[in-house]
């Protein structure tokens, strides 16, 4: 795939657009605003920075990655993609309408990739008149850092589809795990029912945010705590993934923790905001 397009360039889709600079591919890095794409370009050039000041790359490198990414507003830059990857906000209706649009401004043999963390393929796949062309490919945070993607086939996807982006994530130097549509996928239908039960065990009274990370941290040999965890999420994103799991299952097991809730309404997303269930500095 010579034509990669990235839609959406906040955390995600710039890291996926650094990731697939790095791996030495082009990249188109679309969002409807431009301060945000400049601000996903400063971040990457920062990123790659890292790697010039730890001597992993030199400065020559860092500028041809750089040079490997386009930005634009213009939708019209999907029209000669090979493949399109979407990371815009994780909402069926706002993935739903985009990939209507996508259906009609991309060539017919152009696979259509999700990010979601959650949200279903088949559901996305229905928008469109390629079921078999739309796949999900959910990258981890942050993306240069973290090898896994989950590939994830909808009802229609074909094995060509798949084959071809189980290809991408691999010359991107990712590890490609398959797994199928259902609410959450595998990563989140694992980890988002335990990050709710850290903040149930907070919320009932068990023990701190520093207590309850610490006994998994040392306990489990889990590098980061769930709450701290959440909060470098983000708390909406947790909250908007239960939300799908429970309504997917219809299982009050998924059920928010009304605490998890009280925050969102407050505007207490973690580290993005400045403040979670931990409090961040500028």
């Not at 796949?125 to 850092?145: C, E």
Request: hydrophobic share 45%.
């Amino acid at each position: 795939m010579d034509n990669i397009v990235v839609i959406g360039a906040g955390t995600m889709g710039n890291g996926i657009a650094h990731t697939a600079a790095a791996s030495g591919m082009n990249v188109t890095l679309i969002d409807v605003d431009k301060p945000i794409l400049d601000r996903a370009v400063n971040t990457i050039s920062s990123n790659l920075q890292r790697g010039v000041d730890k001597g992993r790359m030199t400065a020559d490198e860092k500028q041809s990655v750089l040079d490997r990414v386009r930005t634009t507003t213009d939708m019209q830059a999907v029209a000669n993609a090979d493949i399109v990857i979407e990371a815009i906000i994780e909402n069926l209706a706002a993935k739903r309408s985009l990939f209507e649009e996508l259906d009609r401004s991309t060539s017919p043999k152009c696979i259509l990739a999700s990010n979601t963390s959650s949200i279903s393929i088949t559901k996305m796949a229905s928008s469109t008149k390629r079921p078999d062309k739309v796949i999900g490919m959910h990258f981890m945070n942050p993306v240069p850092v973290m090898p896994l993607v989950e590939v994830i086939r909808g009802i229609a996807t074909s094995d060509d589809t798949y084959q071809r982006v189980e290809g991408l994530a691999k010359k991107m130097g990712k590890t490609a795990i398959e797994v199928n549509d259902y609410p959450g996928f595998v990563s989140n239908r694992v980890l988002m029912p335990m990050i709710n039960e850290a903040i149930f065990a907070l919320y009932e009274g068990v023990a701190t945010a520093d207590s309850i990370d610490g006994v998994m941290k040392l306990g489990m040999n889990h590098p980061m705590g769930p709450l701290q965890l959440a909060d470098f999420i983000g708390l909406d994103v947790c909250l908007a993934i239960l939300r799908v799991l429970e309504d997917g299952f219809g299982d009050p097991k998924y059920r928010p923790c009304p605490l998890l809730v009280k925050m969102v309404d407050a505007g207490w997303l973690g580290r993005k905001s400045g403040r979670g269930f931990f409090a961040y500095g500028k």
